[in-house]
């Protein structure tokens, strides 16, 4: 075989380089250019050798430590008078040297993507005198790459998203692995893809990795996501080299390409007449097999007989087209209807329109229900007009109801007193004619708004409702009067021809045309010397002095009756007195003071010091009535007396009392036992919540019958009394007080005592103690026998 002459030039160049590596990975490196080396104390020398850089295989898994090179100087005789030292990264650590022959080695496993280099510094040294014999110089020790690490996906695993129908070769995500070996040496570095699952879906470029669709027309509705395992391998994909993998997940994004589908062609609802407007009636929705924006739905009523009553639209959130009333039905006018409605995707897709129209059609019928109906007014509103003067039962008009059923039952008609609580107007029930019931006051109330029931005979529950506004018309039953409450004055040196006021008048009546007063003085006063009237012609009047000369001491008031007429038909008048008061005046003409008396306090004392004068003596008998009630009042002890005469008890309850239980309220010992002697001492400077008086000691009575049975009348008769009050109550009557002159006086401890005492003397005092004397005089023992 002959070569060229270039060939054979790039052949040779190639044999160079490999035999220069070779030699210097495992023999001393050859002698190069001369450096001069100084010292101190010498002559300078050439440098007789220099470093280049070693190469060692990365991850050897030997036993013996990794030969890597040598180091030589041409001092070195080979007699030992030299030794080698190493310093710098992984010195002692990781690489050794033999220090008599310069060998290398490496003690530890290299890893190139650890560190791909080390600078290490060698120096030879005599032995002896331990000083350099050469510079110290520098090299490298390159860690040469092996096939160590598989590709892998830094990124993965991945999600992507393609639409649905895509033509082949779309390109869908590139997927990127990496590999941490040289990318420089050999191929331990170059990556190719496959795909190992997703096929015949999809595939993907062996150098790029960008993953394509591979069939046409993969359709979301059937499908609409698929799981890729991708591999990525090193050495081009040859036997022998790394892989590593990654899944992606890849969803198909949804297209229009799914016309809109009602389910069923027809549909049929039934709807009361009763339903209100803007109800809904129904709610359809055509199938879309799309998702999102794809399949939002536009409806519309193309045909049919309820295009003015019903109206359809669309439910963003669930796409059903919803129907609703428009008008209100009415199942006398119209029973059913008939509706054809169209459902269409918003937004269709150019592409997919030769699949066929993007539309459908369905048949909606509404049936309505018959509803009994309350009765309708035949106007929703019926003004009226009344004079108020008319006579009670007079008509004012009428109001008619029909029921819009077919059974067309008769109707009865109300008024709603709520709406009429003074009760001024009647209605007939059968003809609906209202008519006056009070007479009227437009003064008090100008229109009347009230309420007309109208009810079905049949069926009185169905209730329709209309509405009526009387108003009333003004007549002229109201006379005028003055404007307000004038207080007019006139100053005592006031000159004639003065205006001293100036009246107007008010009339409760509204004249069609307006008001219009006439002012006059009374017949009783045109020919007063004092005061004239002055009609103005503009609903007022000017009150003007006749003379001079007014004083307070003569008269210090004035009364001018004014007569005033309206111009109603017929006219009403009515006479209206102004009261004009004398004053002093000052200079401008204002009134300083008008009270007559005024001239005839100087003399003695004024206003104020009389009022003073009255509150001293007002004071002063106050604590006069203080001091005697004080010292009226006497001092008593705290303690009940014993000697004092108690004749009742006053309890008072502030609340219910606790029934059989309760014990508290009073001692419950008094029914039970008669016979019970207390001693107790009340204090007085405590106000008890129960008020009683008591006599301090009881004498023990005998249970006798008399006593039981007063007792038990009493009780029933306040079990029995309606007007009695619910709480618990207890009423002694067993004893009375000592200390009168005639000692005790009862009947229920005199009989049932053995005592010998004489009564007779009781018959002696008088008819007030007749009835004892009877008791207890010598009749006693027929009394009771």
Known sequence: MKLGKGQLCHFLQLIALFLCFSGMSQAELPRSRSKPYFQSGRSRTKRSWVWNQFFVLEEYMGSDPLYVGKLHSDVDKGDGSIKYILSGEGASSIFIIDENTG??????????????????????????????????????????DINDN?????????????????????????????????????????????????????????????????????????????????QAKDMVGQNGGLSGTTSVTVTLTDVNDNPPRFPRRSYQYNVPESLPVASVVARIKAADADIGVNAEMEYKIVDGDGLGIFKISVDKDTQEGIITIQKELDFEAKTSYTLRIEAANKDADPRFLSLGPFSDTTTVKIIVEDVDEPPVFSSPLYPMEVSEATQVGNIIGTVAAHDPDSSNSPVRYSIDRNTDLERYFNIDANSGVITTAKSLDRETNAVHNITVLAMESQNPSQVGRGYVAI??????????????????????????????????????DEPSNGHQFYFSLATDATNNHNFSLKDNKDNT???????????????????????????????????????????????????????????????????GALIAILACVLTLLVLILLIVTMRRRKKEPLIFDEERDIRENIVRYDD??????????????????LN??????????????????????????????????????????????????????????????????????????????????????????????????????????????
């Open 150 to 230: 598989e590709p892998k996906f830094l990124d993965g695993p991945y999600t992507a998203g393609v639409p649905e129908m895509s033509p082949v070769g779309t390109s869908v995500v590139q997927v990127t692995a990496t590999d941490a070996d040289d990318p420089t040496y050999g191929n331990s570095a170059r990556v190719v893809y496959s795909i190992l699952q997703g096929q015949p879906y999809f595939s993907v470029e062996p150098k790029t990795g960008v993953i394509k669709t591979a069939l046409p027309n993969m359709d979301r509705e059937a499908k609409d996501q698929y799981l890729l395992v991708i």
């Open 676 to 785: 019970v002697i207390r001693d107790t001492k009340t204090r007085r400077d405590v106000t008890p919540e129960i008020q009683f008086l008591s006599r301090p000691t009881f004498k023990s009575i005998p249970d006798n019958v008399i006593f039981r049975e007063f007792i038990w009348e009493r009780l029933k008769e306040a079990d029995v009394d309606p007007g009695a009050p619910p709480y618990d109550s207890l009423q002694t009557y067993a004893f009375e007080g000592n200390g009168s002159v005639a000692e005790s006086l009862s009947s229920l401890d005199s009989i049932s005592s053995n005592s010998d005492q004489n009564y007779d003397y009781l018959s002696d005092w008088g008819p007030r103690f007749k009835r004892l004397a009877d008791m207890y005089g010598n009749g006693q023992e027929s009394l009771y026998s």
């Open 541 to 607: 009047a000017s009150i003007i002095t006749r003379r001079n000369g007014f004083r307070r001491q003569e008269q210090s008031v004035y009364y001018l009756p004014i007569f005033i007429v309206d111009s109603g038909s017929p006219s009403l008048s009515s006479t209206n007195t102004l009261t004009i008061r004398v004053c002093d005046c000052d200079a401008d003409g204002i009134a300083q003071t008008c009270n007559a008396e005024a001239y005839v306090l100087p003399a003695g004392l004024s206003t």
């Open 656 to 673: 219910e009392g606790g029934g059989e239980e309760d014990t508290e309220a009073f001692d419950m010992a008094a029914l039970r036992n």
């Open 103 to 144: 060998d290398i080695h490496a003690t530890k496993r290299l890893d190139r993507e650890e560190q791909a280099y080390y600078t290490l510094r060698a120096q030879a040294l005599d032995r002896l005198t331990n000083k350099p014999v050469e510079p110290e110089s520098e090299f490298v020790i390159k860690i040469q």
């Open 471 to 508: 108003s009333i018309l003004d007549i002229n039953d109201n006379a005028p009067e003055f404007a307000m409450d004038y207080e007019t004055t006139v100053c005592e040196n006031a000159q004639p021809g003065q205006v001293i006021q100036k009246i107007s008048a008010v009339d409760k």
